[in-house]
């Protein structure tokens, strides 16, 4: 009777040790392979900021979206994203910016330097879409660059693309899902290139996409600590004045 319950115990333990293996989570993140490189004119003048981008709430979630008709969607409680995709994305574009030297600057915040521009948009569709004998990518996204200043829009894009997935899985539609962005990187950095704005022909140093707080440089030493014998002290009344240690370079004081 023992071993029969003991079996039992062995298996239903068994069985939770699997289910817990099915259910463990995998994080994906956007990953685009590259950038066509931007038109020989020179990067726009100024600093722009990537604002993070308006999401739709049905791709306000970490779960990854695989929508099976217009009117039906699920989420993926074990595959998820690493990242929220509407910062996620902004990222992307605010690194595609900086490798192709589209702007003088690029930031993701708001720091002491007050940009010129920053662009804005709002991510309609990041999403897997099953049609029951194939997987499809789909991304759908509108971008447009404006005067920090005045709010003045100066452009904007719309992107609308889906692409087959070859095999169904999320690690392959993650992959299709970067393709699309890279694609519409290359769409935004080429329009971008194309714009009748002042540029500059050496880029300047860019912000990082992910910036941290300025560091404080460390407090200047002009002029090393003298020490007077005690003899010879300047602190009391009457005293000869203080002589200070010349500069490498400067030139003896005068008596």
Known sequence: ??????????????GCFLTARTDVRTYYVLHPDGVPTQAP???????VQVRNLDAAAVYEKFQIVVRQSPYQLRYSDVSVWAVKPSDMFSDQIAKALIETNSFAGVTREL???????????????????DSEDVWFAHLAITLYLSRFD???????MRFDERSPVSTRSF????????????????QMVAELGSLDL?????????DPVMPTRPKLLPERRDREPIFVPEGDRTDE?????PSLTPLPGEEEPRP
């Open 111 to 129: 720091f002491e330097a007050r940009p010129e521009f920053f662009i804005g948009g709002e991510l309609e569709a990041l999403e897997l879409y």
């Open 171 to 186: 690690a392959h539609g993650v992959r299709v899902l970067s393709e699309l962005v890279g694609l519409a990187a290359g």
């Open 150 to 156: 005045d709010g003045r829009r100066i452009w904007s």
């Open 237 to 241: 009344p009457g005293g000869p004045p």
């Open 41 to 47: 004119q020179g990067p726009i003048l100024g600093l």
């Open 198 to 206: 002042p540029r500059t022909t050496v880029a300047e140093p860019h």
């Open 1 to 14: 009777m023992r071993r029969w319950i003991l079996s039992l115990a062995t298996v239903a333990l068994t």
